[in-house]
């Protein structure tokens, strides 16, 4: 009866310590996505911001462009998949987390990934509108 008890109690403890390690490892891949995602929402605002100043300030030595608009195009365009990506992957991961707070929390700000990453999508695509009628007028 003992032996029986004291496995039983074993078994939810492993059962608990599993359960538990799972729901950590969900919050540590949380806070992963948001460091990425900080950090690619950064690089990727700098493209952006890179590609509105194209022809103005981002001249090199020897007068040349020190990236090409392609270029620029390209990593913006990098950027805001990867910001895509990451949102998908916080959605994934939000309903896991071992709070309900932790899920409220995540959905919100997942929400407002949406807005930003939306927002700059806007801006990207009329700076390249603007830049293909500028740069096209003048050929």
Same mark, same amino acid.
């Given at each position: 009866?003992?032996?029986?008890?004291?496995?039983?109690?074993?078994?939810?403890?492993?059962?608990?310590?599993?359960?538990?390690?799972?729901?950590?490892?969900?919050?540590?891949?949380?806070?992963?996505?948001?460091?990425?995602?900080?950090?690619?929402?950064?690089?990727?605002?700098?493209?952006?911001? *890179?590609?509105?100043?194209?022809? +103005?300030?981002?001249?090199?030595?020897?007068? $040349?462009?020190? #990236?090409?608009?392609?270029?620029? /195009?390209?990593?913006?365009?990098?950027?805001?998949?990867?910001?895509?990506?990451?949102?998908?992957?916080?959605?994934?991961?939000?309903?896991?987390?071992?709070?309900?707070?932790?899920?409220?929390?995540?959905? *919100?700000?997942?929400?407002?990934? +949406?807005?930003?990453?939306?927002?700059?999508? $806007?801006?990207? #695509?009329?700076?390249?509108?603007? /830049?293909?009628?500028?740069?096209?007028?003048?050929?």
């Amino acid at each position: 009866m003992f032996i029986s008890l004291l496995i039983t109690k074993l078994c939810s403890f492993i059962i608990y310590e599993i359960c538990s390690y799972d729901m950590d490892e969900v919050v540590v891949e949380v806070e992963k996505t948001k460091r990425e995602w900080e950090e690619a929402y950064e690089k990727t605002i700098g493209h952006i911001i *890179s590609i509105q100043q194209y022809g +103005k300030s981002r001249r090199g030595d020897g007068g $040349e462009e020190k #990236f090409s608009l392609q270029r620029l /195009n390209g990593l913006a365009q990098d950027g805001l998949s990867l910001l895509n990506s990451l949102q998908f992957n916080l959605d994934l991961l939000a309903p896991q987390l071992p709070s309900d707070d932790q899920v409220q929390s995540t959905q *919100s700000l997942l929400e407002t990934w +949406k807005n930003q990453y939306h927002r700059y999508l $806007e801006i990207w #695509f009329t700076v390249c509108l603007w /830049n293909l009628q500028h740069f096209t007028s003048r050929i």
